[in-house]
């Protein structure tokens, strides 16, 4: 335990430091989330903080220190990932960007007995490298360490629960309550490594369905991952994407498509439930997609609210299926569903117009 007159000092230390560790956690967070999205790495959350007063009361007040400076998480940030797998993915990026304290940092669950249940988290204590620190501005935190958390989400929720329910050890866990922490953790530990395996299996199917979109004969269920797999890859919706785009060029980048999934559910409410399906209707729409685009994009002089993001394809093809069938009320329903107009009435006048339209 600290002395008394130890801890009053470190407690006005870091009070008159207090902003300084705050600034240092924002750069902290701001350098880390650069190295991740440079490894294009999807993260759930990235959370810094300076270590609150009453936090550092406590560490002292239960452990010898001397100084301010023999504490290594008055900055401190937290990685959380979706999958348990990526924990040591986002580990390597701090390693090979930081200097790292090998005696102060830990694995957690390294340390966990294979019989208990607890928190399992992988605890970095860094330093910034001497490229980070000559930085413009980052000069100040040369030599200064901080701490960085690296876990998985379901590990996050439960070191949350531990946490609030205060048991960190199974001998502190009444004995009656001991095998029910056990059976939790364990479900946690297992679902963490589902997932993961759940994410391989996906890129797997993924692959599979690359490999059918071309092949005579081959189909894949309509699906998410297929419609996208469709729309990159298949040779007919490349020739019916080069018709669209003379009319309607795309903007945007392939990431920035969050249209897809009112394209699933659209394709099989009209009853194209697979690949090849939707081949055929692309290849049927091709001769005359032009001329449906042309009609359409005279209904207004501002236009329908059309987003222009990758994958708008498929918008158009929607178009070709809506006016084959020529029923109000799936084209209501569409137009509503993905607010391509605002109100009922020009709905209504939109899908009188679509269907009004007559191939030269």
């Not at 967070?29 to 609150?52: C, G, M, Q």
């Not at 498509?257 to 099989?268: E, K, N, R, S, W």
Request: with cysteine; hydrophobic share 40%.
């Amino acid at each position: 335990m600290t002395s008394e007159t130890a801890q009053q000092k470190i407690m006005s230390d870091y009070a008159s430091k207090w902003t300084f560790y705050s600034d240092f956690g924002d750069e902290i967070k701001r350098i880390i989330e650069i190295l991740i999205n440079k490894e294009k790495y999807n993260i759930l959350d990235i959370t810094e903080r300076p270590k609150s007063t009453d936090s550092l009361q406590k560490k002292i007040s239960s452990k010898y220190y001397e100084s301010l400076d023999e504490i290594y998480d008055l900055a401190a940030a937290r990685v959380t990932t979706y999958f348990e797998s990526d924990v040591n993915l986002v580990v390597s990026i701090l390693r090979n960007n930081f200097i790292v304290d090998e005696a102060n940092s830990v694995d957690e669950s390294k340390l966990l007995d294979p019989q208990a249940f607890g928190y399992r988290s992988v605890h970095l204590i860094l330093s910034f490298s001497e490229k980070l620190a000559n930085f413009p501005g980052n000069e100040k935190y040369k030599g200064e360490k901080f701490e960085v958390q690296v876990r998985s989400a379901l590990q996050h929720a439960w070191a949350e629960i531990e946490h609030d329910l205060g048991y960190k050890k199974f001998s502190h866990v009444p004995k009656q309550f001991r095998r029910r922490f056990a059976g939790i953790s364990g479900l946690l530990e297992m679902a963490d490594n589902e997932f993961c395996r759940l994410r391989v299996d996906i890129e797997q199917y993924v692959q599979d369905v690359k490999q059918k979109i071309n092949s005579p004969g081959a189909s894949a269920e309509i699906n998410l991952p297929s419609l996208r797999v469709f729309y990159e890859n298949s040779r007919m919706m490349g020739r019916f994407l080069s018709e669209t785009a003379k009319r309607l060029p795309v903007e945007g980048k392939r990431e920035s498509a969050t249209i897809f999934p009112g394209f699933v559910d659209f394709f099989l409410s009209a009853g194209i439930e697979t690949t090849s399906e939707l081949d055929v209707k692309a290849r049927d729409a091709s001769p005359i997609i032009e001329a449906l685009l042309d009609h359409w994009l005279k209904l207004s002089e501002d236009g329908p609210n059309i987003p222009r993001t990758w994958g708008i394809g498929y918008f158009f093809l929607v178009l070709y299926v809506l006016w084959e069938k020529k029923e109000y009320d799936p084209a209501l329903k569409y137009f509503r569903k993905n607010a391509i107009f605002n109100d009922n009435a020009s709905r209504l006048r939109a899908a009188q117009w679509l269907f009004e339209f007559k191939p030269a």
